[in-house]
C-alpha cells in the first residue's frame, strides 16, 4: 500500500511539473563563450520569460587528427522589463575532452565560466540574440576577458 501511494505522488509529482514548464525555451548557435562553437538549449525553470535558467550545449572541433568536444552546463538568471530586451547572469563548468593521433596524447579536464551580457528574446517567439563577456577560470588560471556570441530561435 506505502509502495502505491509512493508511486502515485511521484508520478503526479512529475507530471505537474512537467506541466508547470511553459517558460521561454531556445535553441542557439554559439560561437566562442564556453563551448566554442556550440549549439546549446536554454530554458527557464518558470512560466516566466525572464528569471532563473539553466543552458546545456555540446560543440568542438576538429583539426587533423585530433578532435576537442566541448560540453557547457550552466545556470543563468534574465532581468528585463520590457519582455524583449535581457541582461543575462550566469555561471556555470564546461567539460572538455580530446583525442589526439597527433602523438601529444589525449586529455580531459574542466573551466568554469560566468556570463554577463544582453539577450534579445522576444515574447512570442522567434530570432534570439546573444553577447557578452565570459570570463573562465580553472587551476590554472583566470582569462578574465573572453567573449561569445550567439543567434538562435526562442519558441
Known amino acids: 500500500m506505502k509502495k502505491t501511494f509512493v508511486v502515485i505522488c511521484f508520478i503526479f509529482a512529475v507530471t505537474t511539473a512537467v506541466e508547470a514548464q511553459t517558460g ?19 530554458m527557464r525553470f518558470g512560466k516566466k520569460e525572464d528569471g ?16 576537442v568536444l566541448f560540453v557547457p552546463l550552466g545556470v543563468n538568471y534574465l532581468l528585463g522589463k520590457d519582455g524583449k530586451n535581457y541582461f543575462e547572469l550566469g555561471g556555470g563548468i564546461t567539460a572538455v575532452s580530446s583525442n589526439d593521433d597527433l602523438g601529444d ?51
Open 52 to 67: 532563473l535558467g539553466f543552458r546545456a550545449g555540446f560543440g568542438g572541433f576538429s583539426i587533423e587528427d585530433a578532435s
Open 24 to 42: 521561454a525555451k531556445a535553441i542557439f548557435f554559439e560561437l566562442g563563450g564556453p563551448g566554442l562553437a556550440s549549439i546549446n538549449y536554454d
Open 105 to 155: 596524447g589525449a586529455f580531459t579536464t574542466s573551466f568554469g565560466h560566468l556570463n554577463f551580457g544582453y539577450r534579445l528574446q522576444p515574447a512570442n517567439g522567434g530570432f534570439l540574440f546573444r553577447a557578452g563577456i565570459v570570463p573562465i577560470f580553472n587551476k590554472d588560471g583566470f582569462v578574465p576577458y573572453y567573449a561569445g556570441i550567439s543567434f538562435g530561435y526562442k519558441f
